[in-house]
């Protein structure tokens, strides 16, 4: 950026008054140029990526619609109005219409900060609604009133995660919020592992029963107390049915006492 | 036409329930309005309705299809036995085209709703057998009639009832019935002679099994092999479903607790 605010400089030692303002005229018009170019490259290549199609239903891409644009259409807008204000600055500094120490040069350097940030939360939006979606969508089977707090849950922890990468651009101090989020991934990880212990254990367990198959179905065998014919071994347990009765054990206790093989 | 008017008014008058076979939203809207039972039958409830029986395959002659509507209908206690029921379906077509009063205890239960739902096999695993035994019976292996036994549910003890002819092809192998290599596999194992042992979830246990139950008393129909006689012992002697695809006639059979509940021609289906 230290670049941006010397040039005008450089340009108006080399060039005669008049020849600056003529400078001045051709960067714009060179940046307007840049801009329209910005505009429709964003656009294809947003269209192509099947961005359109992607965004399809979240509410940000309604509220969109509902203004008369898109998605694609707002972050195109974005990218060339970038462009445009960096051109119009530059030339205003070279025709030396504005202060150079004033206000504009500091926003010049500003800018790709603000943009990101603004673009920052677009995705951030996007996302959030979009991981919603497809969160109830896996969880419809489950009819469980409490099931719907986990899309929201998974909304607003990527809407606050934009909302950081935001701040952190434009330098606002986060360090709170960081460690609130910490905080919180701590406590998620921590808690899902604790929740997930016996299944990870009867996962692992499983997963050597099916590879290794020490018994499998139709086989006699005894587990702990339990002594009975194989019907179904999977991932997390093993069913075993003597009498009409059908024990589903975990895994991982099938490991742990070991298995004893009846042969007549 | 006001006597044709009067026939269908007496066929409908005096009923306890209507069954919709896959109706429209609007059809199912405007008879909910009515005071009698309105039951909904069709692959899926796509209409909302609280009283809704499942098909799980589905059925091109009208009579099997209202059979197993009113099967289904008596096990969830819908209707009661005895219920004079109307059935409002599509026939030769798609749309809702034919009415049929039947009475719910005309005809003796064949048990066609009980192998589906009440099976020791999952639904979905019984209903993708039924799909995998009509496809053969379809295309036969490479052109010829070829003939097959499944055995579905209650593995364990159908393996310690059985004897290996062979090695297992499916041993060390985790191959579910529905996964879309199985159709293919399962098409070139079958020119193997002996069974194909399905468990309760699924899986494919075993090919290439000889049958032992004790085939003594079990009734089939007179005509038909050794293969459906092995098929409806081992039911008998166990908790499983047998699916059968005949070699000689082509039909594709389910045995239940000895019995046979389902005939289908696999080229009507």
Redesign the interface.
Known sequence: MQSISEWPDVVRTLFSPQGTFVVSLAVLSLGLLAGFLVWRTARQFMEELGVPETVEGTPFERTARSLGTSTVGIVSNLAALFVYIIAITIALNIAQLVQPEAYWTRFTAFLPDLFIAVFAIIIGLIAGDKAKLVVSERLRSVKLPEATVVPEIVKYSIFYLAVLIALGQLGVATMALLILLAAYAFGLVFLTGLALKDLLAAAAAGLYLLLAEPYSIGDEVVIGDQRGIVQEVDMFVTHVESDGREHIIPNQQVMRSGIVRVRE | MNELRDLLDGLVADIDAVFLFSPSMSDYEALEESECTVVVVGPENSVDAAEFVELPIDFTDLEGRIRFGIEGALEQELVEEGDEVVCVSGFMTGTANAVARIQTNDFSPSGVYDLFVNSRAEPGVVRDIFEVAVELGKKGQKGKPVGALFVVG???????KSRPLSYNPF??S?VHVGDPIVNVMLKEFSRLDGAF?I???G?I??AYRYLEPSAEGVDIPKGLGARHMAGGAITRDTNATAIVLSESDGLVRAFKGGELVLEIDPEEY
């Open positions: 209650d593995a364990g003890k159908v393996m310690s041993e060390k985790h042992v468990s309760d979830a899986k246990v075993s």
